[in-house]
């Protein structure tokens, strides 16, 4: 087993500052993102830490919740909540007769269930809810010590080869397709098969692998269900749970003050390319730049990498993409402090200027709305302008430009 050595992730300042402002933190997210880690890591010596993937700590929890609760101490991380969601209303009794106390709970959960919603509703204005996706290219490039990523390139074929989780980043001997086989099967039988009353999980784990080889292509419902041979309500439910577990993102169209002249279906995204190559068997550098899938991949690598720094400088930016009616496409679409600032991601070194026709196009098209000068972002390493409408960005500019 790998020697620990923890690598301190983005999102810690605001989770610290959350605790001391607001009676209860809310940490949701993937499997395995390093929620439990980090949590122990800040808070160890100041709270008490019950997991309630213990069966013997949910017995004890669900057979007498007011005296279980009473018995934690005066600060206490919940971890895997949903497994024991009885006791929220209990928690929120005590939230209540204490509403000057600051950061008595600390709850975490692997999933965004209902009922972590509906805790934000019952509890709005005395909780904060945070989500923590796996390591950011950054963070990675803190776990690997002896390997600096020397391009943006490098950035890509390492989430996509190796994946982004932290314990296949920190742990270099483990095999990532063994790991990533076993994520799987964990995932199916611990989340999906307990929490969701899915039946048939052959078939669920058919749609999953058939939307990797989609990821970064618009939704089509009715084409799903006839690849699959199940109804298109029951894709829709297996879609709404694969975005809720986090394992699926949908980016929505922006059609605010657009109307009828676009497409309105979300495109399709992973959280973690990794995961992505293992369901479809990419196990290589030349398959991966060169293959039929490369360029969905390197979108697909950029979105969850723009997620993760939205997420975890919590930032207020809304993510949208656009297609018309009329033949153009822009990849992402920010809206950030009220203006629109189109993005388009490109698999090359040398993008040229009639790349950003479609960037060009949209701020023709629609000359009502406050669209910037918009960004090719690349393998480039350098940031230079192309014309008034876009300039090409290095990913690093490009990330920084969104944590600023």
């Known amino acids: 087993m790998a020697k620990f050595f923890y690598i301190h992730r983005e999102i810690e300042k605001i989770i610290v500052k959350a605790v001391n402002q607001f009676p209860a933190v809310v940490l949701t997210g993937p499997r395995q993102s390093g929620k439990s880690t980090m949590l122990k890591q800040l808070f160890s010596d100041q709270y008490k830490y019950i997991s309630f993937d213990d069966p013997l700590n ?6 007498d919740p007011k005296f279980f609760l009473g018995s934690l101490g005066e600060k206490v991380i919940l971890d895997e909540i949903q497994y024991v969601p009885q006791l929220l209303s209990y ?17 975490t959960g692997s999933q965004q269930f209902n009922m972590i919603r509906n805790l934000g509703d019952t509890l709005a204005g005395r909780v904060a809810i945070f989500e923590l996706l796996p390591f950011s290219i950054y963070e990675k490039s803190n776990a690997i010590k002896n390997k600096s990523f020397s391009s943006p390139e490098e950035y890509f074929v390492h989430s996509c080869l190796r994946g982004s989780f932290p314990e296949i980043v920190v742990d270099k001997k483990m095999d990532s397709r063994i790991w990533y086989g076993s994520y799987v099967q964990t995932y199916l039988e611990r989340d999906i098969r307990m929490f969701f009353n899915i039946g048939y999980l052959r078939d669920f784990q058919g749609c999953l692998q058939l939307l990797a080889s989609r990821t970064a292509q618009i939704l089509n419902l009715s084409s799903l269900s006839a690849e699959l041979g199940v ?59 060169n293959g039929p899938v ?8 950029c979105i969850q990498e723009t997620i993760k720094v939205i997420m975890n400088y919590n930032k207020r ?11 153009f496409e822009v990849d992402l679409i920010i809206e950030k402090d ?50 008034p409408d876009v300039s090409i960005a290095s990913f690093d500019d490009y990330l920084a430009w969104l944590q600023r």
């Open 338 to 387: 009220g203006k629109l600032y189109p993005v388009e991601f490109k698999l090359t070194k040398t993008p040229a200027v009639e790349m950003g026709s479609a960037i060009k196009r949209f701020r023709q098209s629609f000359t009502g709305l406050p669209v910037m000068s918009g960004k090719i972002v690349s393998f480039c390493e350098e940031s230079i302008p192309l014309s």
């Open 58 to 63: 949910r017995e004890r929890a669900l057979s």
């Open 317 to 327: 930016a809304g993510l949208y993409y656009l297609r018309s009616h009329n033949g």
């Open 294 to 301: 490369a360029g969905a991949l390197f979108e697909n690598f």
């Open 91 to 107: 928690v929120k009794i005590i939230i209540d007769e204490n509403r000057q106390k600051k950061g008595p709970f600390i709850f």
């Open 231 to 289: 109804a298109v309500n029951t894709v829709k439910k297996w879609i709404s749970i694969l975005e809720a577990t986090r394992i699926i993102y949908l980016l929505r169209p922006y059609y605010r003050n657009i109307g009828k002249r676009i497409t309105k279906s979300p495109k399709i995204y992973f959280l973690d390319c990794g995961l992505v190559s293992y369901l479809l068997s990419i196990n290589n550098r030349e398959f991966l730049l």
